[in-house]
C-alpha cells in the first residue's frame, strides 16, 4: 500500500495552520518521525524509514512542522510549545504502539511528546530512535554560539540570520523561540522514558557534539540506552551506511 498525503489542521482561531501529513496504513509497531529544525518529511532519514515500513508492512507517519516543508504556517511564529502541538495532534492519528524517530530538533521532541503522553497514562511510545538529537537546543547549543554581533541584532531586531551549510538561505532564530525553548528543558534532572532508547551520533557533527549525546544518555538513568557513535558521521547521518545503521536500531526496537 501507498503513503496517503492528506492535510489536518492544528489550532483554533489565528493560530490555526494547516499540517501536511504522510501516513503508510500498516500493522504495528508504527514508526513515527520527527524532523529537524528546517527539515522536511521527503529527507533522507524519512524516506528511508518509510521505505522499511513500506518492506515490513508497518505503519508509517510523517509530517511537517509549521513553517516547514508543505505545511502552511509562519515558520518565524515556531517554536518548541508549536511544534510540540502539532507532534500531539499528528500522533493523536496513530494506533496501537509506535517507535518514534526523532532528528536533531526531533529528538528533543521525541522525549517531550513522550513526556506528555505518559502524564496522561498513554504508554504508547514502544521503542525511540534520536538521531543527533539536540535535546535543550535553544539554550545549550544555540545560545552559547551567538557572537556578540548576532547578541546585539537579537536585541535589536528580535531574531539572529545565522549562515548554514544546508541552505543557500541563511536560518533564522527568532527571540521567540528561544525565550519559549527555555520552557521545556530537559538537562538538570533524570529523563524517564518508560521504554528503549537507541542514540545514532556522528563523531563529526559541527551542530550537535558528541559530548551533547553523552549528556543525554547520563540523564536517561531508569530505561535501556544503547549509543552507537559513528566516529567519521556527520550531523545529518544520511550516508547509505548511516541509513543502514538507522533501519538496524529500528527493526532491533520492533523485534522487542
Not at 28 to 54: T, Y
Not at 166 to 195: K, M, Q, V
Not at 197 to 207: K, M, N, Y
Request: aromatic share 6%; net charge negative; hydrophobic share 40%.
Amino acid at each position: 500500500m501507498h503513503s496517503q498525503a492528506r492535510e489536518m489542521m492544528v489550532g483554533s482561531g489565528a493560530e490555526a495552520r494547516p499540517i501536511a501529513v504522510k501516513q503508510r496504513p500498516g500493522g504495528a509497531p508504527g514508526l513515527f518521525w520527527l524532523g529537524g529544525f528546517r527539515s522536511d518529511m521527503e529527507g533522507s532519514k524519512a524516506q528511508a524509514l518509510d521505505a522499511l515500513g513500506a518492506e515490513r508492512g508497518w505503519a508509517v507517519t510523517r509530517f511537517d512542522y509549521s513553517g516547514h516543508g508543505r505545511s502552511g504556517g509562519d515558520f518565524e511564529a515556531g517554536t518548541i510549545s508549536r511544534w510540540l502541538e502539532e507532534a500531539e495532534a499528528v500522533f493523536a492519528t496513530t494506533e496501537g504502539p509506535q517507535i518514534v524517530v526523532g532528528s536533531s530538533m526531533g529528538g528533543w521532541l521525541a522525549l517531550l511528546l513522550n513526556r506528555r503522553l505518559r502524564q496522561r497514562g498513554e504508554a504508547r511510545i514502544a521503542g525511540m530512535v534520536l538521531v543527533a538529537p539536540a535535546v535543550d537546543m535553544t539554550e545549550a547549543l544555540m545560545k552559547p554560539g551567538f557572537t556578540d554581533a548576532e547578541r546585539a541584532q537579537l536585541a535589536r531586531d528580535g531574531h539572529v540570520d545565522q549562515p548554514s551549510q544546508y541552505s543557500d538561505e541563511p536560518y533564522r532564530i527568532t527571540g521567540g523561540l528561544l525565550a519559549d525553548g527555555a520552557g521545556h528543558l530537559l538537562f538538570g534532572s533524570g529523563i524517564a522514558t518508560g521504554c528503549p532508547v537507541t542514540i545514532l551520533q556522528g563523531g563529526q557533527d559541527p551542530d550537535v557534539p558528541q559530548a551533547h549525546a553523552l549528556k543525554l544518555a547520563a540523564h536517561l538513568l531508569s530505561d535501556p540506552v544503547t549509543l552507537t557513535l559513528v566516529p567519521d558521521g556527520d550531523h545529518r547521518l544520511s550516508r547509505p551506511q548511516d541509513l543502514d545503521l538507522l533501519r538496524e536500531a529500528v527493526s532491533r526496537l520492533a523485534a522487542g
